[in-house]
């Protein structure tokens, strides 16, 4: 597999670490932001008897698309990266760690998910599963509940969420707006998930909400006129969800140019649940990631094989409604760049957990363990076009996630199992 054509210009600021540096799991889970008291010091610390270190360089080690070195070490200065080889070769430092002969990887990359919600689903989960018929409103539960919540309980549970991610390894993730639906809500969904990611991404063109039901075209003006204006200066990406029932490829096109016109990048559900022009239209609009690609022609795997739009897949999804899966093997093996996330809603893939997805893709998906890490570290770098993250080279941001096995290909070969034994973040260990 490729490691992909090289991502554009990454934000101009590091985002905000979600999480303080804890000394306990229960501190943790109430905690959003790393302290001064626990920001990264500019001292510089050896991370050593790395049994197999994950760096996305091919230039290293072993020569492969993950860069895998065996006898590994790394030196973190700071919130980056300094130094990556073989521990025999390791730098004189202030500080020393011992990985007691296990595997490091860079800090997972979850570029798609859900996060600022109230509510869940559990009977309409619990129903789809037991075969009985369900007659709530899907996404529209969430909305009513969403709009309903208070700030402060929208950001709890953003903060625990993340948290959940963090210790699962999550250093960098995406989030979007999309259960508001109006301009108040949808720009305070964007407000408060912007004070923990810089990556954030205005989804208004979710649904076309009940108040609208008998106006879409009403509600494509609003998306791209007022809520648009309001939500612009709190997000860097802008979504929509073409598909039937959702939004048309008319209609997509028109969102994604608008917020393109107010500077967001665009990225698109596209072909989820029927064959569509989302992907093709992704590839057209140059967007980061269209995501989901389960329902592809070759048409539409020609496109993304010929452009940098990275097809992100979301096994979560499948699993939680019982769908066909993505082919994963058909896309790599067009030389399409593909990208693993969690897609984390209450609907229909609530889980926040990047091994669960990887595993999934390795069992169900026609990925290798190999490449299915790679896309859940890399490749979910490309898909937020990132060149800071996603890899342990010097100049990297220092995320690091060390597993309690000998190799990455223990998050497949064990699945299920709590495997995240140490995360540091930014230079500070979060877990």
Same mark, same amino acid.
């Given at each position: 597999?490729?490691?992909?054509?090289?991502?554009?210009?990454?934000?101009?600021?590091?985002?905000?670490?979600?999480?303080?540096?804890?000394?306990?799991?229960?501190?943790?889970?109430?905690?959003?932001?790393?302290?001064?008291?626990?920001?990264?010091?500019?001292?510089?610390t050896l991370i050593t008897d790395i049994t197999a270190?994950?760096?996305?360089?091919?230039?290293?080690?072993?020569?492969?698309?993950?860069?895998?070195?065996?006898?590994?070490?790394?030196?973190?200065?700071?919130?980056?990266?300094?130094?990556?080889?073989?521990?025999?070769?390791?730098?004189?430092?202030?500080?020393?760690?011992?990985?007691?002969?296990?595997?490091?990887?860079?800090?997972?990359?979850?570029?798609?998910?859900?996060?600022?919600?109230?509510?869940?689903?559990?009977?309409?989960?619990?129903?789809?599963?037991?075969?009985?018929?369900?007659?709530?409103?899907?996404?529209?539960?969430?909305?009513?509940?969403?709009?309903? =919540?208070?700030? @402060?309980?929208?950001?709890?549970? #953003? +903060?625990?969420?993340?948290?959940? $991610? &963090?210790?699962? %390894?999550? *250093?960098?993730?995406?989030?979007?707006?999309?259960?508001?639906?109006?301009?108040?809500?949808?720009?305070?969904?964007?407000?408060?998930?912007?004070?923990?990611?810089?990556?954030?991404?205005?989804?208004?063109?979710?649904?076309?909400?009940?108040?609208?039901?008998?106006?879409?075209?009403?509600?494509?003006?609003?998306?791209?006129?007022?809520?648009?204006?309001?939500?612009?200066?709190?997000?860097?990406?802008?979504?929509?969800?073409?598909?039937?029932?959702?939004?048309?490829?008319?209609?997509?096109?028109?969102?994604?140019?608008?917020?393109?016109?107010?500077?967001?990048?665009?990225?698109?559900?596209?072909?989820?649940?029927?064959?569509?022009?989302?992907?093709?239209?992704?590839?057209?609009?140059? =967007?980061?990631? @269209?995501?989901?690609?389960?329902? #592809? +022609?070759?048409?539409?795997?020609? $496109? &993304?094989?010929? %452009?940098? *739009?990275?097809?992100?897949?979301?096994?979560?999804?499948?699993?939680?409604?019982?769908?066909?899966?993505?082919?994963?093997?058909?896309?790599?093996?067009?030389?399409?760049?593909?990208?693993?996330?969690?897609?984390?809603?209450?609907?229909?893939?609530?889980?926040?957990?990047?091994?669960?997805?990887?595993?999934?893709?390795?069992?169900?998906?026609?990925?290798?363990?190999?490449?299915?890490?790679?896309?859940?570290?890399?490749?979910?770098?490309?898909?937020?076009?990132?060149?800071?993250?996603?890899?342990?080279?010097?100049?990297?941001?220092?995320?690091?996630?060390?597993?309690?096995?000998?190799?990455?290909?223990?998050?497949?070969?064990?699945?299920?199992?709590?495997?995240?034994?140490?995360?540091?973040?930014?230079?500070?260990?979060?877990?």
């Amino acid at each position: 597999m490729s490691p992909g054509r090289p991502p554009a210009r990454p934000p101009s600021a590091p985002e905000p670490d979600p999480t303080a540096d804890q000394a306990t799991k229960d501190a943790m889970s109430n905690a959003t932001t790393v302290s001064p008291a626990h920001s990264a010091s500019t001292a510089s610390t050896l991370i050593t008897d790395i049994t197999a270190l994950v760096t996305n360089d091919p230039s290293l080690g072993d020569n492969s698309p993950l860069g895998l070195i065996r006898d590994a070490a790394v030196v973190i200065e700071g919130d980056r990266v300094v130094w990556t080889g073989e521990a025999s070769k390791a730098p004189a430092t202030d500080n020393r760690v011992d990985a007691g002969g296990r595997a490091v990887l860079p800090g997972f990359v979850d570029s798609h998910s859900h996060l600022v919600f109230a509510g869940d689903r559990t009977e309409e989960f619990n129903a789809r599963m037991s075969g009985r018929p369900y007659s709530a409103g899907g996404i529209r539960t969430t909305v009513a509940a969403t709009r309903a =919540a208070t700030d @402060a309980e929208l950001e709890a549970n #953003l +903060t625990r969420y993340l948290a959940e $991610a &963090l210790r699962q %390894g999550t *250093t960098t993730f995406e989030t979007k707006s999309g259960y508001g639906l109006t301009v108040e809500d949808e720009a305070r969904a964007l407000r408060i998930a912007a004070a923990h990611t810089d990556e954030v991404t205005y989804l208004g063109a979710h649904i076309v909400p009940p108040d609208h039901a008998d106006d879409p075209a009403g509600y494509v003006a609003l998306v791209t006129g007022a809520m648009l204006d309001a939500c612009a200066p709190h997000a860097r990406w802008i979504d929509v969800f073409c598909e039937q029932g959702a939004f048309d490829g008319d209609q997509a096109r028109a969102i994604l140019t608008a917020g393109r016109a107010k500077g967001l990048h665009p990225r698109i559900h596209a072909n989820q649940l029927s064959y569509g022009p989302g992907v093709q239209l992704a590839v057209e609009l140059d =967007a980061a990631s @269209a995501d989901h690609c389960t329902h #592809l +022609t070759d048409a539409d795997v020609d $496109a &993304l094989a010929s %452009g940098r *739009t990275v097809a992100t897949l979301l096994p979560g999804a499948e699993f939680s409604t019982r769908a066909e899966w993505p082919d994963a093997r058909r896309l790599l093996d067009a030389g399409v760049t593909v990208a693993l996330s969690t897609d984390c809603n209450p609907g229909s893939s609530f889980t926040s957990s990047v091994p669960f997805c990887i595993a999934l893709a390795v069992r169900d998906m026609g990925m290798t363990p190999d490449e299915a890490v790679w896309s859940a570290t890399a490749g979910g770098a490309q898909a937020l076009r990132r060149t800071d993250i996603g890899r342990l080279t010097p100049g990297a941001y220092a995320d690091l996630t060390l597993l309690d096995a000998p190799s990455h290909v223990h998050l497949a070969y064990r699945p299920g199992v709590p495997l995240v034994a140490g995360v540091w973040r930014r230079g500070v260990r979060v877990v």
